[in-house]
């Protein structure tokens, strides 16, 4: 079975600075996907970024960006100039390659992150 | 405006009934997803179907069941088997994976509670 773990709970940080949320997977694939989601108080997930394994290059998206380490199986998530609206639970997913048949995303148990004004 | 409807938002039953939850999406996908959130463990997946008059278990299937008689709904019963009903639903849906568009979208969830 595939897992990912997300060890950081809870995280905070101050208004305007940059934050690290941290993701390690465990997979015997090559090609995959992974993904960052946010779910704020009103619980809907919201997709924050996207990762296809067989790209070197990190995925950006504005404030958002990624550090994918394949060999390390490890994916995170840096929050530059964090703002209020970035609190939130954010979690991990890891989707099997196509190939394999499975379509539905790994979670991890999430990092809930405090936003100090 | 296009989206999934998760219906209704909170919902409380008694137990040993059978309670039915309504996801419809107009994104026109043709996978659909349904997920079981709860405290402290993340999203773990009750049952997923790719097309229309099929669908596969997930991980946590017992004591649940689902259709997908349209292309657009895709509901799911909580049965009076499931032990621990209690706990917030998620519905997802994502185009056709062939495709390659792999994300999912969510719909806002229900909150079912069952004393």
């Known amino acids: 079975a595939q897992t990912v773990t997300q060890s950081q709970p809870e995280m905070s940080v101050q208004e305007a600075e940059t934050v690290t949320l941290s993701c390690t997977y465990d997979?015997?694939?090559?090609?995959?996907?992974l993904f960052w989601y946010k779910q704020p108080p009103s619980r809907q997930m919201i997709l924050v970024i996207r990762?296809?394994?067989?790209?070197?290059q990190n995925a950006t998206e504005n404030r958002f960006s990624v550090n994918f380490q394949k060999a390390a199986k490890s994916f995170s998530l840096k929050i530059s100039d964090s703002q209020l609206g970035d609190a939130a639970m954010y979690f991990c997913?890891?989707?099997?390659?196509?190939?394999?048949?499975?379509?539905?995303?790994?979670f991890g148990t999430g990092t809930r992150l405090t936003v100090i004004p | 405006d296009g989206g999934i409807t998760q219906s209704p938002k909170y919902l409380f039953r008694k137990e040993g009934q059978n309670v039915t939850l309504s996801c419809e999406q107009n994104?026109?996908?043709?996978?659909m997803y349904w997920y079981r959130q709860d405290p402290g463990q993340g999203l773990r997946l009750i049952y997923y179907s790719q097309i229309v008059n099929d669908f596969q278990k997930g991980d946590i299937a017992e004591g649940y069941s689902v259709s997908r008689e349209k292309k657009e709904s895709f509901p799911l019963t909580v049965t009076s088997a499931q032990k621990n009903p209690t706990a917030f639903y998620l519905c997802?849906?994502?185009?056709?994976?062939?495709?390659?568009?792999?994300?999912?979208?969510f719909g806002p969830g229900t909150r079912l509670t069952v004393t």
């Open positions: 997913a890891y989707k099997p390659p196509r190939q394999t048949g499975a379509n539905n995303l790994f």
């Open positions: 994104l026109n996908h043709d996978a």
């Open positions: 997979t015997s694939e090559s090609d995959y996907y």
């Open positions: 997802a849906s994502s185009p056709d994976t062939s495709k390659g568009s792999y994300e999912q979208y």
């Open positions: 990762q296809e394994a067989y790209k070197q």
